[in-house]
């Protein structure tokens, strides 16, 4: 429910002729939307008795002052350059290093040998920092703790996003000054709406040619559908980028000294400045009085609002979800870092001002959701969101929604019911750890020698709560893996590792050829692991070709009446099945496209014998008698049966149920589906049409394409299967000047030559084929 009211909450606001208007419809909007998500999440005390926890003064006054925050985008936009600022100027780090830096020790947060050699990052790494920010309304020193987690930009690492954000109360969505909203910017966007994560948008690279970003504050708007309005603008463009104007507290703010490190805070506009920036204040003005009531009253009144309204509004509104102010600077040019961390200070929620729930596994799976308080008194509520396998045993990362977690003390896994004692408690700083004696409310650590899953909740006993798991994306594509000579006993034990540590890498043996397959999100990902076999466990790998996770489905309803008898000495087998299966749409929230439906009334069946039914309907499910790749999007519905009193068992309905829907299977027009990749292009326009024809004789479908400057950027959805060697075509095609990337959009019917290619080539792979 929660889910369904975030394309509300995010719709972006139509310009109408009147602010009356524009503000009356606002306030409805977001009136029936706090509504709704009043009515899906919270219990009131009425409904039930949920015992609550205040917070105390400390409480508050903690929580008040700390962070959780994410900091995401496309790939090169420079994420892990600024998380590198943020703790050289908080302190953190005593020197910069640069991702692909000629010292050769690159960023910190990039602590793998393989992220500082292919310049990218791979997984998600932790750290904390503080943060004196200035109130320059007060001009009081606050001092913020700021725990931070830097995540990839690669749509193959997608999973360290995912589980990034699913414990992170606020973000910072980096885009690059010229390229801005990409392929990837757009999926960790979706991420964002799925989590409910308020975000600031840092507009980055302001020091390169063609930086234009009043381009990229049109493109959040229309692209990211989210209203956003700039709350800087430039002092310079590209090489004499130095500065910003604050356009909330009408300053102008220059970066000097060493490094960026000598923050100039100056009341005077430049003069060549003061027409663009009075400009750029009314139209943030403009875009609050949208989605806030406060401004938009003001505006209907013809007043002007205070600085202090203005920050205000931003805040409300990008706590809301309503709105996302849009920060400039650059980077590597270390100007702009420091703005952003007031920003992030200013206008991002802290622990009690982000909404968490937990389910109450004692009451039915529909019963609301009970609201989590960051108390320290509280009972604990914790979620593991992240596994890695340390030196000393496996690391748990963990983020604690309620109560306080204690080292040694003993915590109850909500899945397993399984009790563990906490042996170690550490704070992470990239691979470096700091050991604490105990960790609040609202905070992210990591316990060492704690067995257990990714997404997995612990508690204190005292509470039945469990929390939501991510959303975990199925695999795109597979490849036959083998070791190079003998197999040693660290093959496996590096696979169930790596399938440990990362949801979305699978590893399984194929039946008939006996090959070990693993299975990623994309050839990147799996070429990662298998050189990490090599480097971690010394086991050198032969792959095989790529193979793309096709599946199969049905596209009409075909009814079954199917009976199974088989009769031995003693006991036999009987079941009988009548129903239908039909094609079955993706659930919204879910994601799930398989169901089992029981619609029999009087008895027909025993209800012992429903688990064997559902049991053969997944079953056969495994496998497509087309292609023998898995079958997605069915329903099947049992309507009525019969069963013998002694020859009836759960198996004999399971043998049944498999039996009738491969008999069904083949009258309901089943197709094999492949998976399709929206693909960027990148490359100078004097390519254009080499690019373009190129994605043409891969039967590509050019959805966009843009042109600026001197470059231009094409958007098409391709068949994965079509996009082998792509990138060794796109160097040719562009003098190495060209770059792609790509992400999983959807499963689609292939072409019906090609089907029946693959149906020859499934049927040369079956036992009876070969014995002829």
């Not at 992170?168 to 979706?190: F, K, N, W």
């Not at 997404?455 to 036959?480: H, N, R």
């Amino acid at each position: 429910m929660l889910r369904s009211t975030l394309p509300i909450l995010f719709s972006s606001i139509p310009s109408l002729p009147s602010l009356f208007i524009r503000s009356a419809r606002c306030d409805r909007r977001w009136a029936s939307a706090a509504t709704t998500l009043k009515k899906a999440s919270v219990i009131t005390p009425e409904e039930d008795s949920v015992p609550t926890y205040p917070l105390s003064d400390q409480d508050r006054s903690r929580l008040r002052l700390q962070r959780n925050i994410g900091v995401s985008a496309h790939i090169d936009s420079g994420k892990t350059t600024l998380t590198e600022r943020i703790l050289y100027y908080t302190g953190r780090i005593r020197e910069i290093h640069e991702v692909r830096g000629r010292d050769n020790v690159g960023a910190k947060m990039d602590s793998m040998d393989l992220e500082r050699e292919k310049g990218i990052t791979i997984q998600s790494a932790a750290t904390f920092c503080d943060w004196e920010a200035t109130n320059p309304i007060t001009n009081e020193k606050e001092k913020y703790a700021i725990n931070i987690i830097d995540t990839p930009g690669h749509v193959d690492f997608t999973i360290e996003v995912e589980r990034a954000l699913r414990v992170l109360d606020g973000a910072i969505l980096v885009l690059c000054a010229v390229a801005g909203v990409q392929s990837q910017t757009t999926t960790v966007d979706r991420q964002m709406r799925r989590y409910n994560v308020p975000r600031i948008s840092f507009v980055n690279k302001m020091d390169r040619p063609g930086a234009n970003p009043w381009r990229i504050v049109n493109q959040i708007r229309t692209k990211l559908r989210i209203p956003a309005a700039a709350v800087h603008v430039p002092i310079g463009v590209e090489d004499s980028f130095s500065g910003v104007v604050d356009l909330v507290h009408w300053r102008s703010i220059y970066n000097q000294g060493v490094k960026g490190n000598e923050v100039v805070v100056s009341e005077e506009i430049p003069a060549d400045l003061l027409e663009l920036a009075t400009a750029k204040r009314k139209e943030l003005i403009e875009q609050l009085a949208d989605v806030d009531e406060e401004i938009g009253d003001l505006v209907l009144m013809d007043e002007s609002p205070s600085n202090a309204q203005i920050d205000a509004a931003i805040r409300r509104a990008t706590i809301g979800l309503k709105f996302s102010p849009v920060f400039l600077g650059s980077a590597i040019k270390n100007t702009g870092v420091q703005p952003l961390l007031d920003g992030v200070c200013a206008y991002l929620p802290n622990p009690s001002e982000a909404e968490a729930l937990a389910h109450d596994t004692e009451k039915p799976s529909s019963a609301p959701m009970v609201p989590l308080t960051p108390a320290a008194d509280a009972p604990l509520v914790g979620l593991a969101f992240k596994l890695e396998e340390g030196r000393f045993g496996q690391l748990t990362y963990m983020r604690v929604y309620q109560g306080t977690l204690k080292k040694a003390n003993t915590i109850y896994n909500a899945r397993t019911g399984k009790k563990v004692k906490v042996p170690r408690l550490v704070r992470m700083h990239s691979n470096e750890m700091e050991d604490v004696s105990s960790i609040g409310p609202g905070e992210i650590c990591a316990m060492f020698g704690v067995e257990c899953s990714s997404g997995d909740t612990f508690t204190d006993g005292e509470t039945s709560y469990s929390m939501t798991s991510m959303y975990v994306p199925e695999p795109v594509i597979s490849l036959a893996i083998k070791s190079k000579g003998i197999e040693t006993p660290n093959f496996s034990r590096a696979l169930n590792r790596f399938q440990k540590e990362d949801p979305t890498f699978r590893v399984h043996v194929d039946h008939e050829s006996k090959e070990t397959i693993i299975s990623g999100m994309g050839e990147l990902h799996l070429e990662i692991y298998v050189e990490r076999m090599r480097r971690e466990y010394n086991v050198d790998c032969i792959t095989g070709k790529p193979r793309v996770a096709f599946r199969e489905t049905i596209t009409s309803r075909a009814d079954f009446n199917y009976t199974h008898k088989k009769q031995t000495g003693g006991a036999g087998q009987f079941a009988k099945v009548i129903g239908y299966i039909e094609p079955m749409q993706p659930d919204e929230e879910s994601g799930k496209d398989t169901e089992f439906v029981n619609d029999i009334l009087g008895g027909a069946i025993p209800e012992g014998y429903f688990p064997g039914v559902e049991k053969g309907f997944y079953e056969a499910l495994e496998k497509g008698t087309l292609s023998g790749n898995p079958i997605s999007g069915c329903r099947l519905i049992l309507v009525d049966g019969g069963y013998h009193i002694v020859d009836s068992s759960e198996l004999a309905f399971r043998i049944a149920t498999i039996g009738a829907f491969r008999e069904a299977y083949k009258l309901a027009s089943p197709v094999i589906l492949e998976p399709i990749m929206t693909v960027e292009v990148i490359a100078p326009v004097e390519f254009q049409s080499a690019v373009i024809g190129g994605l043409n004789t891969r039967r590509g479908t050019i959805v966009d394409s843009e042109v600026r400057d001197d470059e231009f950027t094409c958007i098409a959805e391709v068949a994965l299967n079509d996009m082998f060697g792509y990138s060794n075509q796109l160097r040719g095609s562009t003098q190495g000047k060209g770059e792609f990337s790509m992400e999983y959009k959807t499963h689609m019917p292939v072409l019906p030559h090609f089907q029946k290619e693959l149906e020859e080539a499934y049927k040369k792979t079956m036992p009876q084929a070969k014995s002829k």
